[in-house]
């Protein structure tokens, strides 16, 4: 039985299910549209000219003195965004339950169907959950010290099979272990970490802070590592 037949020969076809799926597809249509243009601002931001911005949300960014192309994490086609994740209900539930101010559970599982290379990524294994939990509570308080908006979250828990097939990812890297994040923010990274170093220095956490040319890298480590911009 597919999604337009209907229970019992009389009832009339429902639509609720395809319907979702066009709502799933067009936000994530505007989340895309909203991170690239978040990606391209911060490099400009950053006094660097913004040479290419592509469909498959790759950037490229070159001054007189160098070149730096990067590629936030896969951008799924539509029909990829609305891909069905085992456990979602329950990871949800879990999510919700963090109260979180800003930070919907939405954002969170979202890039968690990400495909890159053929290689699907999925949910973090149930025993893992609790470990994100610290690391979301900074994020949150990140953009709420901010005042401006999280565009999206690019990426968060990564299986190691996933995790082998991003290019330029760390083979031990805490996203493996569920408790990192990669933020864009619409104030761009510099802001972004700023505020995320002024929590550490208040003893909020103790982790790891990296800035790159579009996002910023948070994680709850237990002990502090800082690194790019």
């Given amino acids: 039985m597919n ?18 799926e066009r709502r799933s597809a067009r936000q994530y249509a505007g989340t895309r549209r909203q991170a690239l243009r978040a990606l391209a601002l911060s490099g400009l931001a950053a006094g660097v000219g913004v040479a290419a911005l592509n469909q498959k949300g790759i950037v490229s ?9 990067f590629g936030i994490e896969d951008w799924l086609k ?30 969170i599982i979202r890039p968690h169907r990400n495909v890159r290379s053929g290689v699907e990524n999925h949910l973090p294994p149930e025993h893992m959950w609790k470990r994100l939990a610290p690391t979301l509570k900074i994020a949150d308080q990140v953009r709420h010290e901010l005042g401006s908006p999280l565009v999206c979250i690019n990426s968060a828990y990564r299986s190691p099979e996933y995790n082998a097939v991003c290019s330029g990812a760390a083979s031990r890297s805490y996203h493996m272990k ?3 994040l990669d933020l864009i923010f619409a104030s761009g990274p510099e802001k972004a970490a700023e505020a995320a170093m002024k929590l550490r220095e208040s003893g909020a956490f103790r982790g790891g802070i990296g800035t790159y040319a579009g996002f910023i890298h948070i994680d709850t480590r237990g002990h502090n590592a800082t690194w790019g911009a």
Avoid at 85 to 94: D, G, K, R, V
Wanted: charge should be negative.
């Fill in 3 to 20: 999604e337009f037949t209907p229970e019992t020969p009389d009832a009339p076809p429902t639509y609720t299910a395809a319907r979702d």
């Fill in 78 to 107: 539509g029909e990829e965004a609305t891909r069905v994740l085992p456990n979602t209900e329950a990871y949800t539930a879990f999510l919700n339950s963090l109260n979180l101010r800003y930070i919907t559970a939405e954002e």
């Fill in 178 to 180: 569920n408790c990192a």
């Fill in 61 to 69: 960014l070159a001054n007189s003195t160098r070149s730096l192309r």
